[in-house]
């Protein structure tokens, strides 16, 4: 969802995927941080063979050298020098019109199922799916906030 609470293009199924953002330069780019297989719809993230984007975040530690971390290996985050393990650093380029003084403030949120997972498996009709549309419907697809901070403080 973007700051006013609307769904980004990316979102449904079968949207663009937006790409991985090391710098945001414009008001309704969006910093997200996914996995979107490139293959066949899938759900799940283990069956996935390739991956338009995969820029999760790292955990702290993880290390490109240890085995089997090609297959956590991040896609899509080529030419950010920030991405790494433990965490990410966007830079903010944003033309202001007008003069001070100027507050900002940043969320970091999260959406669980992401919204382009949740639209993808509502394409399938299986009990499971079912059942968890149906605990869904009528909830509020509302992101929960992990992090909030402003300048000045």
Do not use: I, K
Not at 48 to 64: I, Y
Not at 97 to 103: V, Y
Not at 117 to 138: I, K, S
């Amino acid at each position: 969802m973007n700051a006013g609470g609307a769904p980004l293009a990316s979102e449904p199924a079968g949207g663009p995927v937006a790409p991985h953002l090391d710098v945001v330069r414009e008001p309704n780019q969006v910093a997200q941080y996914r996995a979107v297989p490139a293959d066949a719809p899938t759900h799940s993230l283990v069956r996935a063979a390739s991956w338009w984007v995969d820029d999760l975040l790292l955990p702290t530690g993880w290390n490109s050298a240890r085995p089997g971390a090609e297959r956590r290996a991040p896609v899509g985050t080529e030419g950010d020098p920030n991405f790494a393990s433990g965490g990410d650093r966007v830079r903010y380029e944003l033309t202001l019109d007008g003069a001070g003084p100027l507050r900002v403030e940043v969320e970091l949120l999260s959406q669980v199922p992401g919204a382009r997972w949740a639209a993808v498996l509502f394409q399938y009709e299986t009990p499971a799916v079912e059942a968890l549309r149906g605990m869904t419907d009528g909830a509020a697809p509302q992101p929960e906030r992990v992090a909030r901070a402003s300048w000045p403080l």
